[in-house]
């Protein structure tokens, strides 16, 4: 039997639709109880643009066809829509008061938005489609997930998730083309995909993904424009990124005890912090750049798994690193007016050059194995602002610009050449070490603290005419084979400084020990100037 509405109408009680009974709703419809079909009973819409408002414990329930041109829930109660038929909203879904539960048996297509407005609650625990609008929260409405694996799945050019109270569904995919914005904090249980085409904006809103990945797909982005808040949290293992679009985040951080894994060939950008939580680990696999910290915490790491990825750091007065879990990447920069502040005491490692900008600072307050080379462009300073750390460079530079150079320790080991260069100060608080099979030129003026050691045949030697000062107690030399070569050597300050070395020692002009101090010369060497105290 087929019976259609064609009139506004309001029952303040059940609406039932029998086995193979077919239920037309083309006018308002007001049900105070349930709409339910029995089985193979169909509800339908096939004229004008109806509203069916159900304030009842049930919609649906059979495994007929259920069409809808809008579908509201209303009443201070729960409603639960179900069926395993084919379920279709032509417009909008909407939870208006109470609790709407969309559930785990269906398979939900809506054409515009869904929403849960003021003090409702939309459970959205089903496989949900949504083809021109958003998923949307007014107020302290709120969209939950409290059973199943449903996947909400957003197609269209544009829309809102959120908006009011918080969206927390299971997994979220983005579909279609133009831009799904962020209103409200929002929390996938597993994945959030973005694909080609599309464009996810943060809208300075949390966004928490948990136990999944937050992907995109070629020229699908991630984007947070004129974001002041909002933080992106991975939590357990997962890919962040992936993609040729640009992902853009205010904040990024990591919790739980997983791995994240960030990659993509776009433009990345983080316009705040990166945190990564202790015991998780967040590997940067390409290239992005960081406006404030990029701290791990206690055991946190941060890695480097695959690619030659460069992290450029641009903020002033932050940090990188902090706590005790390893650091590893691939290479650093600073950028723009950076003060940056690098520390950790875990293994700290750069597999290839670090270079510091034009108008930057990095101090280097733990100790790290850079496996390139560790340079300053013109006015950009290397410093050493507080503990005792040991900078080992395997590259063929340290230095280069005009800014100042400043180490506690400093081992060069490369198997060849390494130049020390910079016209700015160049200071050394406690040694400088030569790794056996390298030679240190020294090509500029410096002031070394402790000690200037060779070991076995590490050599040093020098271009132009520079002037190493030893201003403590400390040695010269302890190599066997490597040969010593300076231009001027000059003592300073109260301490006794040891010369000893087994190879050729040359100074190729001055010798000049400074009052209160003591030079002791325990192995043959030449001066071609003058030797003065």
Do not use: H, W
Request: net charge neutral; glycine share 18%.
């Amino acid at each position: 039997a087929v019976t259609t509405l064609s009139d506004t109408l309001t029952v303040s009680n059940n609406v039932s639709v029998g086995t193979d009974s077919t239920f037309n709703i083309n006018a308002n419809l007001t049900v105070t109880g349930s709409l339910t079909n029995t089985t193979t009973g169909i509800i339908n819409q096939t004229a004008n643009s109806p509203v069916v408002t159900v304030s009842g414990t049930s919609i649906g329930g059979g495994s007929g066809n259920i069409t809808f041109y809008r579908l509201q829930k209303a009443g201070a109660g729960a409603t639960t829509f179900s069926g395993s038929g084919t379920n279709t909203v032509n417009d909008t879904l909407d939870a208006t008061a109470g609790t709407l539960t969309l559930s785990t048996t269906n398979v939900i297509t809506v054409a515009g938005n869904v929403s849960a407005s003021t003090s409702a609650t939309l459970n959205q625990n089903t496989a949900l489609t949504i083809n021109g609008g958003g998923l949307l929260t007014s107020g302290t409405g709120v969209v939950n997930t409290t059973a199943g694996t449903g996947t909400v799945t957003i197609n269209g050019t544009g829309g809102t998730i959120g908006g009011g109270g918080t969206v927390t569904i299971y997994n979220l995919v983005l579909g279609g083309s133009g831009t799904q914005t962020l209103g409200s904090d929002t929390t996938s249980s597993t994945d959030v995909s973005v694909p080609a085409g599309k464009t996810l904006e943060l809208g300075s809103k949390n966004l928490t993904v948990n136990g999944g990945d937050f992907t995109t797909t070629t020229t699908g982005s991630i984007t947070c424009s004129g974001c002041t808040a909002g933080t992106v949290t991975m939590s357990t293992t997962g890919n962040l990124g992936g993609g040729s679009g640009a992902i853009t985040f205010y904040n990024l951080s990591t919790s739980g005890t997983g791995t994240t894994t960030f990659s993509g060939s776009g433009t990345n950008s983080v316009l705040n912090d990166i945190t990564v939580g202790t015991s998780t680990t967040l590997n940067i696999n390409s290239s992005a750049s960081v406006a404030g910290n990029f701290n791990n915490t206690t055991t946190g790491i941060i890695g480097t798994s695959a690619g030659t990825p460069t992290l450029t750091m641009t903020g002033t007065t932050k940090t990188l690193g902090g706590g005790s879990g390893a650091i590893t990447l691939y290479a650093l920069t600073t950028s723009g007016t950076a003060s940056v502040t690098f520390s950790g005491s875990g293994t700290n490692t750069i597999n290839n050059n670090v270079s510091v900008g034009s108008g930057t600072t990095l101090n280097i307050n733990s100790s790290v194995s850079i496996a390139g080379s560790l340079t300053n462009t013109t006015t950009g300073i290397i410093g050493t602002s507080a503990g005792t750390p040991t900078v080992t460079v395997n590259g063929t530079s340290v230095g280069g610009g005009s800014g100042n150079l400043t180490f506690y320790n400093l081992t060069v080991g490369v198997a060849g050449t390494v130049t020390f260069s910079g016209s700015g100060t160049n200071t050394i608080n406690n040694t400088l070490a030569v790794n056996a099979g390298t030679t240190l030129s020294i090509n500029n003026s410096i002031s070394i603290g402790n000690s200037l050691t060779n070991s076995t045949s590490g050599a040093i030697t020098y271009s132009g005419t520079p002037t190493i000062t030893m201003t403590g107690t400390g040695s010269i030399g302890g190599g066997t084979t490597g040969a010593i070569t300076i231009y001027n050597l000059a003592t300073s300050g109260t301490g006794t400084v040891t010369f000893t070395n087994g190879g050729t020692n040359t100074v190729n002009n001055d010798i000049s020990v400074g009052a209160g101090t003591t030079l002791n010369i325990n192995s043959s060497a030449s001066v071609a100037g003058n030797f003065n105290n």
